[in-house]
């Protein structure tokens, strides 16, 4: 059983940074290809930046240069380190893991991050103009 907890939206200002956090297990975070997607209401959601066992990154264009991603295995944690927010980064922002089969890489990942047979609750990123 995969269990990933996300943490560390909030309300923040353009220009602002916020870091969320990602709670899971040493051996999924070590393991397998791991991402965030968000979802603004009424729009598609959106796969924002993956990573894969390796350590290799890959960033939707969106949030290239502002946002990074990273992970601790030590500490069974992904990280979305968010800086230079917009209002259009407003959305609920989600972790997800893919165990399914064969490892994805990062490049693989990005655009289908947002299906991957895990993911957590969410936590929501508000950007104020």
């Known amino acids: 059983h995969v269990q990933l907890v996300e943490s560390g939206g909030g309300s923040v200002q353009a220009g602002g940074s916020l870091r969320l956090s990602c709670a899971a297990s040493e051996y999924t975070v070590s393991r397998y290809c791991l991402g965030w997607f968000r979802q603004a209401p009424g729009k598609e959601r959106e796969g924002v930046a993956t990573?894969?066992?390796?350590?290799?990154?890959n960033y939707a264009d969106s949030v290239k240069g502002r946002f990074t991603i990273s992970k601790d295995n030590a500490k069974a944690t992904l990280y979305l380190q968010m800086n230079s927010l917009k209002p259009e980064d407003s959305a609920m922002y989600y972790c997800?893991?893919?165990?399914?089969?064969?490892?994805?890489?990062?490049?693989?990942?990005?655009?289908?991050?947002?299906?991957?047979?895990?993911r957590g609750r969410g936590t929501q990123v508000t950007v104020s103009s």
């Open positions: 997800a893991a893919d165990l399914s089969g064969a490892p994805l890489t990062a490049t693989q990942a990005l655009g289908v991050v947002a299906d991957f047979d895990y």
């Open positions: 990573i894969d066992r390796d350590g290799s990154t």
